[in-house]
């Protein structure tokens, strides 16, 4: 229905994503995208680079006084670092002389498959492309995506649960309050009782030359019933969820709903029994994470995300120079200690881009009327059922 293609080196010029399959007449506000952007730059645990870039758009197709016209968006967002790298990251120019190759893969980061897979010597032509950097451009896509789903009523938020083992304890169930604590936290988290413990954790792993991950959690209310179908394997959501959350850097885990605890239950304690309150089926828990036989089924779709610490350690781990053979400590590239918080704002946004996409194949026309329209009619179905 939607899809999007991005370009870009983390020190290259600009990152470039172009979005097709958005509908006509839809209000697009630069200033939300701009935000979702500066969100995701945030976070206590990230490098000097941060400094260094304020991540906004140049919108320069699709759009015509602030609408969309159905044709393909395209958005850039310029690398303030390029100024740094130009001979380095040059698109013509020989290579400088005095070219530093990078030849120590670092483990846990796509540098030695990489270079192996496209035969390169250099592994900056791997590590450019791999870099999270790239996380900017799904953010991007996804700030549209959630600006057309607040229009139908759905929010999506997304907040840290645990970093480096320290987990939270209690966080609101209201989504706002939610949202409020989580975007007053540095380390984006809602319960302010382990805040200090999760920096501990940081500032520990910058200390020793190490990294840290944890888990995220993503939130998304308002889903109509029936995003998503039972009725082949690659409609279902919550396989179109994990597969998308799985492809932001560094992701090694998601789990929905009960997630793997529900695993350790009998059905009865995992299921959520079905109510009628007069006017509509209501769920008295959430076990299932508002996903069953892959189809949303109006309860809040709740996943749990877990991030492998960064890969790159000051403190480099034993690796092979693949010009040499010899054992050598692997190549540091300036990085980040933490990006759990930053990837929780990464989180959202892509999940609101799978929402999206699922959210017009069941209502899509080629405008924001005929979406309304198509909306509006299945509700009144809905209501009847
Ligand atoms: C990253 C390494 C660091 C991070 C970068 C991801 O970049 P640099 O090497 O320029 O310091 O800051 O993240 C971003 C640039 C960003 O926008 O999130 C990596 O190797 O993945």
Partial sequence: MIRYLSAGESHGP??????EGFPSRMHISKAEIDEQLRRRQQGYGRGRRMQIETDTVEITSGVRFGQTMGTPITMLVGNRDFKNWQEKMSVWDEAPDNLKQVTRPRPGHADLAGAIKYDHEDIR????????????????AGAL???LLEQFGIQVAGHVVEIGGEQVREVPHDLTTLRQQAEQSVVRVADKTTEAAMIEKIDEAKERGDTVGGVFEIVIEGCPVGLGSFAHPDRKLDGRLASAMMSIQAIKGVEIGLGFEAARRFGSKVHDAIEYNGSSYVRPSNGAGGLEGGVTNGQPVVLRVAMKPISTLYKPLHSVDM???ESELAAVERSDYCAVPAASVVGENVAAWVIADAFLEKFGGDSMEQIRDNFHAYQERVAKR
Wanted: aromatic share 0%; glycine share 0%; proline share 0%.
């Fill in 125 to 140: 032509n791997v590590l450019e492309r791999a870099s999270a950097r790239n996380t900017a451009t799904m953010v991007a």
């Fill in 14 to 19: 600009q990152l470039t994503v172009i979005v």
């Fill in 145 to 147: 995506a959630r600006q």
């Fill in 323 to 325: 010009l040499t053979k």
